[in-house]
């Protein structure tokens, strides 16, 4: 089993359409959680780090369930620019691992 | 701020040659992360410098090493290149001083070997 699962998709849905990519953790001592985004050929840039109390980033929402070991990306109303593949990041340990997901590909059609 | 950089942009070596990865993190963090990403793969984890030391590395032959300098940049080595070294490598940064493991990446090194 990978110690941190993505559906791999792809996700093709309508320009204002909303989203979810569901990822799930197998090591318990995870300790940090983080959504990234990936262009195409270029390097991943934060999307935003996941609380266990939830959070928020406009358009963006993100869950954390701790006993399920389960995180969540909610996109509301899509652009076209949001076209991307989203990987889910859980940093286990104090820092001392970091493990990527296989990321979720997203495509926003007009 | 700058963000974190890497060189060169783009390296083409031949099969058996060695080749050095430079890495300049966020001014201020003390802590890199090499990662490969083969080409339609997702990024693999190679090495941690924190503070000048190895931390961890990950799943890789020997022939992958690399240091951290006093001023926090660092570099990647990887001798007797093989074909499936052909890659992305991602330089990223962290203030992990602070317990924060937020990583910032540069924007990679494309190493061909042919």
């Known amino acids: 089993r990978k110690e941190v699962e993505q559906d791999p998709g792809p996700f093709n849905v309508p320009e204002g359409a909303t989203v979810a990519f569901n990822c799930t953790y197998s090591?318990?001592?995870?300790?940090?959680f983080f959504w990234y985004r990936q262009d195409c050929r270029k390097e991943p840039k934060l999307l935003m780090s996941v609380y266990s109390s939830g959070n928020e980033d406009g358009r963006f929402t993100a869950q954390l369930n701790r006993a399920s070991q389960y995180i969540s990306l909610l996109i509301r109303d899509s652009k076209l620019s949001d076209s991307a593949t989203y990987l889910c990041v859980v940093n286990i340990a104090g820092g001392f691992k970091t493990i990527f997901g296989a990321g979720t590909r997203l495509f926003v059609k007009a | 701020e700058a963000g974190v950089t890497q060189s060169p942009t783009h390296l083409i070596k031949t099969r058996g040659q060695q080749v050095t990865l430079r890495c300049s993190p966020i001014s201020g963090h003390t802590s890199v992360y090499w990662y490969q990403q083969a080409l339609g793969l997702g990024l693999q984890f190679l090495l941690w410098y924190d503070e000048g030391e190895e931390r961890n590395r990950g799943n890789f032959p020997p022939r992958f090493s690399g240091r951290q300098f006093p001023n926090y940049s660092s570099e990647l080595n990887v001798n007797a290149l093989e074909l499936e070294d052909s890659a992305l490598y991602l330089c990223?940064?962290?203030?992990?001083?602070?317990?924060?493991?937020?990583?910032?990446f540069g924007p990679g090194t494309r190493l061909t070997v042919t």
């Open positions: 990223a940064s962290s203030q992990h001083r602070v317990l924060s493991y937020e990583q910032y």
């Open positions: 090591n318990s001592a995870s300790q940090s």
